[in-house]
């Protein structure tokens, strides 16, 4: 069973920083892309953020420029750290593998990020 723990979401102002970070079942972590996701109310589920087993990243343009994805084997944890945050990043983020590569396992119960005007 694939468990993902996502964690370090909170209540910032704009301009603040947060680093999420997601716990994944060691079995799977090694040989999978992984990604970060985020879905505001309303709104479909969207990709932010991705690395390869290789450590390529991705980035939606959303995030570029403010945001590092980041992983650690010995952890089995994959991070998020994000700058300068804006009002419009407000939105649940959940960790799974990457889509682009795989499909996703079951999600887990995603780290609420607020960021406040």
């Known amino acids: 069973q694939v468990q993902l723990v996502e964690s370090g979401g909170g209540l910032v102002q704009a301009g603040g920083s947060l680093r999420l970070s997601c716990e994944v079942s060691?079995?799977?972590?090694?040989?999978?892309?992984m990604a970060w996701y985020r879905q505001a109310p309303g709104n479909q589920r969207d990709l932010v953020a991705a690395i390869s087993r290789a450590g390529i990243t991705y980035y939606a343009d959303s995030m570029k420029g403010r945001s590092t994805i980041s992983r650690d084997g010995a952890k089995s944890t994959v991070y998020l750290q994000m700058n300068s945050l804006k009002p419009e990043d407000t939105a649940v983020y959940y960790c799974?593998?990457?889509?682009?590569?795989?499909?996703?396992?079951?999600w887990g119960q995603g780290t609420q990020v607020t960021v406040s005007s």
């Open positions: 799974n593998a990457d889509r682009r590569t795989r499909a996703t396992w079951a």
């Open positions: 060691r079995s799977i972590f090694s040989s999978n892309a």
